[in-house]
């Protein structure tokens, strides 16, 4: 069975202790490699090596930074078969959507941070006559980097670029549940040479080394994606230590359909705003509000369109609908869905597992699920399920539109489905989301604001904000 190893100092290492935990593939349901259960001697390994890297890291010109990032993301589109494919069997998502989102934007983050950082610029205030300021941007030394299993290599880039870009040295945590590309990832930096030290991985779960990372004096800015509770828990822990922190939590999205949308385009892309990832992206719409006068006869084309979905083996090229990530995972999803029947809700299509024939008989496939009849407060229209689960409800103003959309502890992002021009703009001003899209879902600009708000977390990622995360500023005054 494959054993992966921590990288540590540019090398692949065991862990210390020698401890291991199982890693399976979703679509099988079988164990089929084992990832470091790593500790804090791990830890303290690679805090020196990333410590010893760091002022050398720090002093290469921006050029020849962003020209070793450049050369990773090369790296990453030269093994971009092999990388979707490990990132199909790892997370059990189709590999279609492996290689053409996950791994395209892998090497698409690092590119993008590459380039930013040598266009990266500090401001000066110049005070008349008297004086002028000038802010310094400098690294902030050792920062960690946590992430999620949903969107494996997308979001352990996403953060690992800009850290480096700006002179930071990294140590990075993938999520326990899906290692394997961060692992194959190691391969890639070294083959496109990036300095030993400068990038540190260490694999294993939040309490075994999630939590140390996070506590450890000499980390001084921590960038974390994952679950609401799990951030408000690192926000306990690290509260008296002064880190920087940016918290990427869970959402709730609303997707708002309004009676006089282009109706094709929009039941097709509120089902993939649903849908896409077996509902596993923190950006879906779950909660889909629909204009009355529209509600029934988007409801047929909307549930005819979900039932249309292909589920099957991810590495089938046809397959549209994948394996939920783990056994825990998918009894989670089905509870929810036992749930919203107790609620009062109604199963339009979906709601049950699916027991798949061959290779992936044991695998953790749960139906594509829209449910209806349920109010704005109960607990599935609240929580996040993070699976293949929809509710539609209707609505009969924009006022009521946007209290239901807005009516959860979450705040992440929004959908808005309309052509009255002067609605889109005052909808989008009411709704509280870090981001609202309209008329479309998951178009992605690198250089924009990217996070929640409410308990969908704190800080932003993307363009200029990531560098500024990840840069300390300093003001320098100067009297005339
Ligand atoms: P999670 O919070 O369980 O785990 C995320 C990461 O944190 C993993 O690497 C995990 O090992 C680590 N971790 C767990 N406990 C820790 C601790 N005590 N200290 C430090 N690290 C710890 O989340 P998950 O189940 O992997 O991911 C799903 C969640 O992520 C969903 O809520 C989803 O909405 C959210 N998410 C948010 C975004 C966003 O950009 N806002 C993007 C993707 C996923």
Same mark, same amino acid.
């Given at each position: 069975? #494959?054993?992966?190893?921590?990288?540590?100092? +540019?090398?692949?290492?065991?862990?210390?202790?020698?401890?291991?935990?199982?890693?399976?593939?979703?679509?099988? /349901?079988?164990?089929? *490699? #084992?990832?470091?259960?790593?500790?804090v001697e791990d830890l303290e390994q690679a805090v020196a090596a990333a410590e010893n890297a760091q002022p050398a890291w720090a002093a290469l010109s921006l050029e020849k930074r962003a020209e070793i990032l450049t050369k990773v993301a090369d790296a990453i589109d030269g093994h971009s078969n092999e990388l979707a494919k490990a990132e199909a069997i790892d997370n059990g998502k189709?590999? *279609?959507?492996? %290689?053409?989102?996950?791994?395209?934007?892998?090497? $698409?983050?690092?590119?993008? @941070?590459? #380039?930013?950082?040598?266009? @990266?610029? =500090?401001? =000066?205030? $110049?005070?008349?006559?008297?004086?002028?300021?000038?802010?310094?941007?400098?690294? !902030? /030394?050792?920062? +960690?980097? !946590?992430?999620?299993w949903n969107l494996p290599l997308y979001l352990f880039t996403w953060k690992i670029a800009p850290a480096l870009a700006a002179g930071n040295t990294v140590i990075?945590? &993938? *999520?326990?549940?899906?290692?394997?590309? $961060?692992?194959? @990832?190691? %391969?890639?930096?070294?083959?496109? +040479?990036? &300095?030993?030290?400068?990038?540190?991985?260490?694999?294993?779960?939040?309490? *075994?080394?999630?939590?140390?990372?996070?506590?450890?004096? %000499? !980390? %001084?800015a921590i960038s974390f994606t994952g679950g609401t509770s799990t951030g408000a828990h690192i926000s306990r822990v690290t509260a008296g230590m002064f880190k920087k922190l940016s918290l990427e939590l869970g959402g709730k999205n609303p997707t708002l359909v309004f009676a006089d949308c282009d109706f094709e385009e929009t039941v097709e892309n509120v089902v993939r705003a649903a849908f896409a990832n077996q509902g596993q992206i923190c950006l879906c719409g779950s909660r889909i509000y629909i204009e009355r006068p529209i509600y029934d006869k988007f409801k047929a084309a909307f549930v005819g369109k979900v039932k249309a979905l292909k589920i099957g083996d991810p590495l089938e090229p046809s397959t549209q609908h994948g394996a939920l990530v783990s056994k825990p995972h998918m009894d989670k999803v089905l509870s929810y869905i036992e749930l919203a029947q107790d609620e009062g809700g109604t199963i339009l299509t979906g709601g049950k597992q699916v027991t798949m024939k061959g290779r992936c008989r044991d695998g953790f496939f749960v139906e594509p699920t829209v449910i209806e009849g349920l109010d704005n407060n109960c607990r599935t229209n609240q929580e996040e399920i993070f699976g293949p689960v929809c509710t539609i409800m209707p609505f009969d103003s924009d006022e009521e539109a946007i209290e239901l959309a807005n009516g959860t502890q979450y705040g992440l992002a929004s959908s808005v489905w309309t052509n009255d021009l002067k609605r889109a703009h005052r909808v989008a001003k009411e709704i509280e989301a870090g981001i609202v899209w309209i008329n479309c879902w998951l178009l992605r600009d690198l250089r924009t604001p990217f996070g929640g708000v409410k308990s969908s977390g704190v800080g932003r990622e993307g363009g200029l904000e990531a560098l500024r995360f990840f840069t300390e500023p300093k003001n320098v005054c100067i009297k005339y």
């Amino acid at each position: 069975m #494959q054993k992966l190893k921590n990288y540590i100092n +540019g090398e692949l290492v065991e862990p210390q202790l020698g401890q291991y935990i199982d890693n399976v593939e979703p679509a099988t /349901g079988q164990i089929y *490699s #084992q990832i470091p259960d790593s500790t804090v001697e791990d830890l303290e390994q690679a805090v020196a090596a990333a410590e010893n890297a760091q002022p050398a890291w720090a002093a290469l010109s921006l050029e020849k930074r962003a020209e070793i990032l450049t050369k990773v993301a090369d790296a990453i589109d030269g093994h971009s078969n092999e990388l979707a494919k490990a990132e199909a069997i790892d997370n059990g998502k189709p590999f *279609s959507l492996a %290689k053409n989102v996950d791994i395209y934007r892998a090497s $698409a983050n690092i590119r993008f @941070f590459a #380039q930013a950082i040598t266009q @990266f610029s =500090s401001e =000066s205030h $110049a005070m008349g006559n008297e004086a002028i300021n000038y802010t310094l941007r400098d690294p !902030i /030394g050792i920062v +960690g980097c !946590i992430s999620p299993w949903n969107l494996p290599l997308y979001l352990f880039t996403w953060k690992i670029a800009p850290a480096l870009a700006a002179g930071n040295t990294v140590i990075a945590k &993938p *999520s326990e549940v899906t290692p394997m590309t $961060a692992y194959l @990832f190691t %391969k890639i930096c070294n083959e496109a +040479g990036l &300095p030993p030290g400068v990038l540190n991985i260490l694999h294993g779960t939040g309490p *075994s080394i999630g939590n140390p990372l996070t506590t450890h004096p %000499k !980390i %001084k800015a921590i960038s974390f994606t994952g679950g609401t509770s799990t951030g408000a828990h690192i926000s306990r822990v690290t509260a008296g230590m002064f880190k920087k922190l940016s918290l990427e939590l869970g959402g709730k999205n609303p997707t708002l359909v309004f009676a006089d949308c282009d109706f094709e385009e929009t039941v097709e892309n509120v089902v993939r705003a649903a849908f896409a990832n077996q509902g596993q992206i923190c950006l879906c719409g779950s909660r889909i509000y629909i204009e009355r006068p529209i509600y029934d006869k988007f409801k047929a084309a909307f549930v005819g369109k979900v039932k249309a979905l292909k589920i099957g083996d991810p590495l089938e090229p046809s397959t549209q609908h994948g394996a939920l990530v783990s056994k825990p995972h998918m009894d989670k999803v089905l509870s929810y869905i036992e749930l919203a029947q107790d609620e009062g809700g109604t199963i339009l299509t979906g709601g049950k597992q699916v027991t798949m024939k061959g290779r992936c008989r044991d695998g953790f496939f749960v139906e594509p699920t829209v449910i209806e009849g349920l109010d704005n407060n109960c607990r599935t229209n609240q929580e996040e399920i993070f699976g293949p689960v929809c509710t539609i409800m209707p609505f009969d103003s924009d006022e009521e539109a946007i209290e239901l959309a807005n009516g959860t502890q979450y705040g992440l992002a929004s959908s808005v489905w309309t052509n009255d021009l002067k609605r889109a703009h005052r909808v989008a001003k009411e709704i509280e989301a870090g981001i609202v899209w309209i008329n479309c879902w998951l178009l992605r600009d690198l250089r924009t604001p990217f996070g929640g708000v409410k308990s969908s977390g704190v800080g932003r990622e993307g363009g200029l904000e990531a560098l500024r995360f990840f840069t300390e500023p300093k003001n320098v005054c100067i009297k005339y």
